[in-house]
C-alpha cells in the first residue's frame, strides 16, 4: 500500500444492539432489525431523536435468495421512518455487515454525515438445509462449487492442509468448540447458550426417560468423538465444527467524535478500520493462512497504531472451528502454526490472556451472515464498556478490543478495532 | 484452439474434449489453470493456451456427506461420502477437483501428498452434459 491511512476525522460509536439470534418461524427480517435497533437506542444514554440519522448502511448477503426480495436498503430506512434519507446495501458475503460498518464509518470521516445507522440482517431459517447451502455456495468460487465443495468442505479441506503443515488434529478443533460453547452459556442471545456438559446432561436425561440405555461419555472430548452424537459433515468438519443457520440482525450508531459526548459519556471510538480481498481456493499458494485478513489487519493496525499485543479482547469469524485458529494467527495474536495450542493451553478462553469470542463466536452465538460482523462489534461494545454481565471479560482497565469478519472462502475480510478512553 | 477466448467456457469445452487447458503469460511466462486473461504477476493481456500433462499431489481435501443437490443425484449421501480437494499440478498450479478411487468414509486413510492422475468424469448428455475435473492415485 502507499502511505500511510487516515481518517479524516475521528468516528465514535455511540450505541449498539442486536436481536436475539436463533431459527424464528414467525420472526421476519423486518420484525429482526427493529429488535435490534431497540436495544440499541436504550443504550444511547442521552437519548437519539432518529430524525438526526443522516443515512443507513445495512449489510445482507442472501435475502435476494431467501426471502425473494434483494432490496433491503429502503425496506429498513422505511422501518424505522428515516425515509427519504439515503439507504445503502452492502453485500460481502458473510462480512456484509462488516462493510456497513466501514462504509458508515468512511462517510462520517469523510465530513459528509454526522450521525449515521449502521446494521445488518439475514432471514435464513425458513428455507431446508439443502436450499440454505446452496444459497451460501454464491459466495464460493464457481470451481469450487462444480468440484463438489460446500462451505463446511472448503473449510473441512483447509483443515487438512494445517493439520499436515503444523502436526494439529480434530482433538485441537474440539477445543475450540468446547470454549465457544462454555462461552455462549453465559450469553442470552445466543443461538445455543448452552456448554457441551449441559448438551451431554440432556442427552443422557432423555435416553432415560425414555428408558433407553443412556449414553456413558467420560467428558466433552468423548463426546465430540462419538459419530452418533457428532456425525461428520464435511471431514474432518463435524456437526459441531460449523456454526448454524440462523435468523438475526444488529446494529451500532456512529457519530463524528466532536458529536459522541451528546448521546452518551462512555463513547468507543473507531481507530482501525481494514479490509481485504482474497483469492479461491486454487490460487492460494497456501492454504494455512488468508491473506485478506492479513491485509486487513495491517491496515486496521497501521491506522490505529496498536499492535496485535494490544488487543485485549477479540471476535473472530469462527464459521467453522479451523477458521477460529487461522484468524487468531493471521492477526498476529499468535505465531503461524501455533493458534491450536495457544486455544489447547486455555490462553483463548473467558479468562485467559487473550479472550477471544466471549459471546461463543459464531459457532454458538449463531451466524445470519449479514447480521454477523455488527453483531461481533456488538460484543465487543459490551465487553469494553464492562456490560458483558457473567461473561465479562476479567481483564483490569479493559479498552482496546477488536472484531474481524470474513466473507466467502476469504474473498472478503476486514477488522475493526475499537477503544474506550 | 489458438482462437478460443481465455475464459471458463473456454475451459470447459476443452474438459468436455478431455483436455486441461490453462493459460501461460507470453511475457512473464506464469501458469493459470483455470485460465486468466489478465497475467496477475505482470499485468500482461498475452496469453496462450497450454495443456496440462495431467499428474499432479494432493494438496488439501475433503469427505462431504451433506452435499449440493447435484452430487446427491449421483448417489452420494451421509453413508457414502465423496471426495474433493486441491491439487498441485506437476507443472505448478493449482486446482481443485474431485479425488476418486479413495474410500470417503476412511479419511484417515487418505494422505496428502500422495500421486495423482487426472482424469474426466463426463456426466448428462446433449445440452446439459458437463465434464468434472477429476484425479485419482496413481
Known sequence: MRGQRRLGRGVAMVGAGMSKFGMFSDKDSKYLFAEAFHEMVSTIDKGLDPKDIDALYLGNFTNDFFVHQGHWGPIVSDLLGLAPRPATRTEGACASSALAFREGVFAIASGFYDVVLVGGVEEMSKRSTEEVTQGLAMAASPYEVKAGFTFPGVFGAIATAYFAKYGASREHLMNVTIKSHSNARLNPKAQFNVSIRDIMDQRIAKAKSKGEIAPTWGDEKEFLRDPRANPVVAWPMHLFDCCPISDGASCALLVSEELARDFTDDPLYVVGIGQGSGKGLHAKEDLTYFEATRYAAQEAYGLSGFKPEDI???????????????????????????????VAEGLTRLDGPKPINTSGGLKCKGHPVGATGIGQLVEIWKQLRGEAGDRQVPIRDLRIGAAQSLGGTGGTCTLAILERR | MEDRPFNDISYERFLSEDKLMGSRCQKCDSLFVPPRSICINCHSFEMKWTEMKGKGKLVAFTCIAIGPPFMMREGFDRKHPYVTGVVELEEGARVVGRIEGVDGTRPENIEIGIPLKLEFLHRGEGANSTTFLAFRPS
Open chain 1, 312 to 342: 485485549q479482547v477479540a471476535e473472530v469469524h469462527d464459521c467453522f472451528s479451523i477458521a477460529e485458529i487461522l484468524h487468531i494467527e493471521d492477526l498476529g495474536f499468535f505465531k503461524q502454526g501455533e493458534g491450536y495450542k495457544a
